[in-house]
């Protein structure tokens, strides 16, 4: 781990969960394994602090445990999971992508997962239910079922799956002291054969709409009858959690398909998109081609609304596939012939598209074409840069220093004769993409990680003000559903000053600014790490 990953994380683990969880997550990340007595010691914080530092951990999948290098008659040890900590960046988007594709049912299905970790079935069918039922106008409320069929659309599509079998964490011999209380240790949830099974559960009813005077105390019995509701139901012990593997994969995907529409047109994006969709489920997360698909399948499975003739469907998957970006890969003749997304291929050219992106924003246009043409032509001496780029030789040589020194170039000495010298030795100017991009992630992790101090620092500077706000605007919520007149609303409301309303206005054009920056970042990373790990399972 390198210090700006975990600087990072240990923003999230403090803005998500509080200054004890992020305590203890950070001294997990320096220290790689650690058991529970060590843990302890070095944060110097209570030993039932630990424990349930460690049980939120765990529960979110962030933190793992089994048997420490003793054996099973020793203690326990733990380590963390920082790749999905920084998921946390993506929560929003998971969210917004459910209720792009399953609707409001689905958005609030993934927001309560996540919010928790892991939920039940029955457990998150009724509070979602309850939830809708309380946005809904008097008289109305949701049904069980349909909330039942929106959770069985996300699992049969993947994006959620079954908890794993929970294996024993260590024999007894390691005593109670070591093992965090009410969670067991996780195994690989992709190599369980249920992980998609939808168990039988006997749901009928209608959402529950909360008394706000109650609300608290309501949401502690639910707690309490969570458990007898989820054995009355038939799924006690079945726990199911977001599968971020299958939402990075339908990110890749969108960033693939939003591509090829830039690159050609809209249709050639569809049919793009068509050719992901039928091989979304099958086709493996590492894989380096979709399942081979026949011109005539790609044709059937076409939306209908697009009315594309079958040669038309032809020209543009030979159009496809001579295209130098090579998305398309043709792989036999049979059936019209055989289509493949390079999905590798894709992941790279939308990764060498953002290196550049970033050395035009940075450096200007001209260094831009010389980082364009090393990539292309791979290796060049400086004379070769000035007469290909045609750029004036002083110019040039500066623009190669500056992008050397910022290690986005790199200078290749290719000697004639063993003594290496200068005047008998070729100096060629290169590009390595790989660890160039490895570079861009790290300087994304420094960057996102200033965009959520700044963001803190903001809201804690303007606290006061953020809470006054928050009062009257509760306030004002509850005359609204009393019923009053107008005179006692604007009564209220004039307790902000118009100064107040300016500052208030201005802060939250900054926080949305912000947090409009931390998304696109967090794009920047998604498509560096996926690069990045599709080359290394290439290897």
């Given at each position: 781990?390198?210090?700006?990953?975990?600087?990072?994380?240990?923003?999230?683990?403090?803005?998500?969960?509080?200054?004890?969880?992020?305590?203890?997550?950070?001294?997990?990340?320096?220290?790689?394994?650690?058991?529970?007595?060590?843990?302890?010691?070095?944060?110097?914080?209570?030993?039932?602090?630990?424990?349930?530092?460690?049980?939120?951990?765990?529960?979110?999948?962030?933190?793992?445990?089994?048997?420490?290098?003793?054996?099973?008659?020793?203690?326990?040890?733990?380590?963390?999971?920082?790749?999905?900590?920084?998921?946390?960046?993506?929560?929003?988007?998971?969210?917004?992508?459910?209720?792009?594709?399953?609707?409001?049912?689905?958005?609030?299905?993934?927001?309560?997962?996540?919010?928790?970790?892991?939920?039940?079935?029955?457990?998150?069918?009724?509070?979602?239910?309850?939830?809708?039922?309380?946005?809904?106008?008097?008289?109305?409320?949701?049904?069980?079922?349909?909330?039942?069929?929106?959770?069985?659309?996300?699992?049969?599509?993947?994006?959620?799956?079954?908890?794993?079998?929970?294996?024993?964490?260590?024999?007894?011999?390691?005593?109670?002291?070591?093992?965090?209380?009410?969670?067991?240790?996780?195994?690989?949830?992709?190599?369980h054969p249920d992980c998609y099974k939808l168990p039988y559960i006997s749901l009928s009813g209608q959402g529950k709409r909360r008394r706000s005077s109650e609300d608290g105390e309501a949401d502690q019995r639910a707690a309490k009858k969570a458990k007898t509701d989820s054995r009355e139901c038939g799924d006690e012990g079945i726990q199911w959690q977001v599968n971020f593997e299958r939402f990075h994969l339908h990110f890749r995907d969108q960033a693939i398909i939003s591509a090829v529409s830039c690159?050609?047109?809209?249709?050639?994006?569809?049919?793009?998109?068509?050719?992901?969709?039928?091989?979304?489920?099958?086709?493996?997360?590492?894989?380096?081609?979709?399942?081979?698909?026949?011109?005539?399948?790609?044709?059937?499975?076409?939306?209908?609304?697009?009315?594309?003739?079958?040669?038309?469907?032809?020209?543009?998957?030979?159009?496809?596939?001579?295209?130098?970006?090579?998305?398309?890969?043709?792989?036999?003749?049979?059936?019209?012939?055989?289509?493949?997304?390079?999905?590798?291929?894709?992941?790279?050219?939308?990764?060498?598209?953002?290196?550049?992106?970033?050395?035009?924003?940075?450096?200007?246009?001209?260094?831009?074409?010389?980082?364009?043409?090393?990539?292309?032509?791979?290796?060049?001496?400086?004379?070769?840069?000035?007469?290909?780029?045609?750029?004036?030789?002083?110019?040039?040589?500066?623009?190669?220093?500056?992008?050397?020194?910022?290690?986005?170039?790199?200078?290749?000495?290719?000697?004639?004769?063993?003594?290496?010298?200068?005047?008998?030795?070729?100096?060629?100017?290169?590009?390595?993409?790989?660890?160039?991009?490895?570079?861009?992630?790290?300087?994304?992790?420094?960057?996102?990680?200033?965009?959520?101090?700044?963001?803190?620092?903001?809201?804690?500077?303007?606290?006061?003000?953020?809470?006054?706000?928050?009062?009257?605007?509760?306030?004002?919520?509850?005359?609204?559903?009393?019923?009053?007149?107008?005179?006692?609303?604007?009564?209220?409301?004039?307790?902000?000053?118009?100064?107040?309303?300016?500052?208030?206005?201005?802060?939250?054009?900054?926080?949305?600014?912000?947090?409009?920056?931390?998304?696109?970042?967090?794009?920047?990373?998604?498509?560096?790490?996926?690069?990045?790990?599709?080359?290394?399972?290439?290897?």
């Open positions: 781990m390198t210090a700006q990953e975990v600087r990072l994380c240990g923003l999230l683990l403090q803005e998500h969960f509080g200054d004890v969880v992020e305590n203890v997550g950070t001294h997990l990340i320096r220290n790689g394994v650690l058991t529970l007595r060590a843990l302890a010691q070095e944060t110097k914080l209570a030993l039932d602090l630990v424990k349930k530092s460690l049980c939120v951990l765990v529960q979110h999948g962030m933190c793992a445990f089994g048997p420490g290098r003793r054996g099973p008659v020793g203690p326990v040890e733990y380590h963390i999971n920082c790749e999905h900590i920084i998921h946390m960046l993506r929560y929003p988007r998971y969210i917004y992508t459910a209720k792009s594709l399953y609707g409001d049912t689905g958005e609030l299905i993934v927001e309560e997962i996540l919010q928790r970790g892991q939920m039940t079935m029955s457990s998150t069918v009724k509070t979602v239910a309850d939830r809708l039922t309380h946005n809904m106008p008097e008289g109305q409320s949701m049904d069980y079922n349909e909330v039942v069929s929106a959770f069985s659309r996300l699992v049969e599509t993947h994006f959620l799956q079954r908890c794993p079998p929970m294996a024993s964490a260590g024999s007894s011999g390691s005593g109670s002291a070591e093992t965090p209380p009410a969670v067991t240790q996780p195994s690989n949830p992709e190599s690159k050609l047109d809209q249709t050639s994006g569809e049919i793009v998109r068509t050719m992901l969709r039928m091989s979304e489920v099958t086709t493996p997360t590492n894989a380096a081609f979709t399942q081979a698909l026949s011109a005539n399948e790609i044709f059937r499975a076409l939306p209908s609304n697009y009315n594309i003739a079958r040669p038309i469907l032809d020209q543009y998957l030979t159009l496809l596939v001579d295209d130098p970006m090579e998305f398309v890969g043709k792989a036999g003749d049979s059936g019209g012939g055989m289509y493949v997304v390079n999905l590798h291929r894709a992941l790279a050219n939308l990764a060498r598209a953002t290196l550049e992106s970033v050395v035009q924003e940075r450096f200007g246009s001209r260094s831009a074409r010389i980082f364009r043409l090393l990539l292309r032509k791979r290796h060049l001496e400086q004379k070769q840069v000035e007469d290909f780029a045609m750029i004036p030789a002083k110019e040039a040589k500066e623009m190669l220093y500056t992008l050397l020194s910022e290690n986005l170039v790199q200078l290749q000495e290719i000697p004639k004769t063993p003594d290496h010298a200068p005047s008998r030795t070729f100096y060629l100017y290169t590009v390595n993409q790989l660890p160039t991009a490895r570079l861009l992630l790290q300087h994304c992790y420094k960057s996102i990680g200033n965009l959520i101090e700044r963001r803190l620092y903001e809201t804690k500077e303007n606290k006061r003000l953020l809470e006054k706000s928050q009062r009257i605007e509760a306030i004002l919520a509850s005359l609204q559903a009393t019923g009053a007149e107008a005179t006692q609303l604007t009564e209220v409301e004039e307790m902000i000053t118009a100064p107040e309303r300016q500052q208030l206005e201005s802060l939250r054009h900054h926080i949305n600014k912000l947090d409009s920056s931390e998304n696109q970042v967090d794009e920047t990373i998604f498509l560096l790490e996926s690069y990045i790990n599709s080359t290394q399972a290439s290897r």
